[in-house]
């Protein structure tokens, strides 16, 4: 089923990003571009990502802990991103 139809992006698209580690809706939008046209599905992959683990943000507040810099967003990288 289709979860943005802007980009013909399906539900199980959206899942298997988040199963690569994208853990909210921008991080989709990063590796297909869901979301980032009409807006209207963002709701729908925000629902699908749920309020689950996030492997990245874990990642971040260990870092944190340890006095590391915070990277930004552009230096998240994921195996499918262009
Ligand atoms: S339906 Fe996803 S951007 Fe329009």
Do not use: N, W
């Amino acid at each position: 089923m289709y979860v943005c139809s802007c980009f013909g992006i399906t539900e199980q698209q959206v899942k298997q990003h988040a199963d690569a580690g994208a853990c909210t809706p921008r991080q989709i939008a990063s590796v297909c571009k869901a979301g980032t046209d009409c807006g209207g599905c963002v709701r729908r992959i925000q629902a699908l990502l749920g309020r689950g683990e996030c492997p990245r943000r874990e990642l971040l507040a260990g870092r944190a802990a340890h006095g590391e810099p915070l990277s930004s967003a552009a230096d998240v990288r994921f195996p499918d991103a262009a």
